[in-house]
């Protein structure tokens, strides 16, 4: 992942109150288009479908950027819906509440992969359940690996039945739309889905 970290810097010092994102080099409209890695062609897609994007190399720089995300929306003593125990554990200690209630100021979550392709987040039931996008708050905060980058849906869902050889999850759906702003085209895994303001905390793990 040499090339993330020529492209993104860690996006938080501890000097900066408000969250910044890092800057792609200028390219043309069809700059998607062109041989990129998979990992700039994430990137750049997110970052256009109008998610924040934070890259951290370390768990220490991903609580720092998590603490920047709660102080930049004064998210601080508030309800965070969250199904992972293990987030939950690892973001303790920052005033949060953490209930199972879709009523909440923002979800903490997990993912399955993270699409390269369209710039999608790849989720199922073991992150949403059964619920509905619509059902989630409008704010969203996803962890996610540098590992967890995929060409295309089709290799996430691969990874999802090859992981899940006793039981495959069900409620299998993407999230790509981020900007409020912009009506996107969307393809056959995102129909349903509503617009959502969506952080994510990519760990370097490569």
Same mark, same amino acid.
């Given at each position: ?33 062109q041989?990129?890695?998979?990992? *700039? !062609?994430?990137?750049?897609? #997110?970052?256009? /479908?109008?998610?924040? =994007?934070?890259y951290?190399?370390?768990?220490? %720089? ?67 359940? *059964? !619920?509905?996008?619509?059902? #989630?708050?409008? /704010?969203i905060?996803? =962890?996610?690996?540098t590992?967890?980058?995929? %060409? ?55």
């Open positions: 992942m040499s090339l993330l970290k020529r492209l993104l810097n860690p996006i938080y010092k501890k000097t900066e109150a408000k969250t910044k994102t890092s800057e792609l080099p200028e390219h043309s409209t069809y700059y998607p288009e041989k990129l890695p998979v990992d *700039e !062609k994430f990137t750049f897609n #997110f970052k256009n /479908n109008g998610g924040k =994007f934070l951290c190399e370390n768990w220490e %720089e991903i609580k720092e950027a998590f603490d920047n995300v709660l102080l930049e929306n004064d998210w601080y003593e508030q309800d965070v819906f969250c199904f992972n125990e293990m987030l939950s554990e690892k973001f303790d200690g920052f005033n949060l509440n953490f209930v199972k209630n879709t009523n909440s100021t923002f979800f903490l979550t997990t993912c399955e992969s993270l699409v390269a392709k369209n710039g999608s987040i790849l989720l199922s039931s073991n992150q949403i359940k *059964e !619920k509905k996008l619509s059902e #989630f708050p409008f /704010n905060v996803v =962890f996610a690996t590992s967890q980058i995929v %060409e295309t849906i089709s290799e996430g869902l691969r990874i999802i039945k090859n992981q899940s050889l006793k039981h495959i999850p069900s409620n299998i759906t993407t999230i790509q739309d981020f900007d409020t702003e912009k009506e996107k085209e969307k393809d056959f895994m995102s129909y349903g889905s509503s617009t959502k303001n969506l952080y994510l905390l990519l760990l370097e793990d490569l």
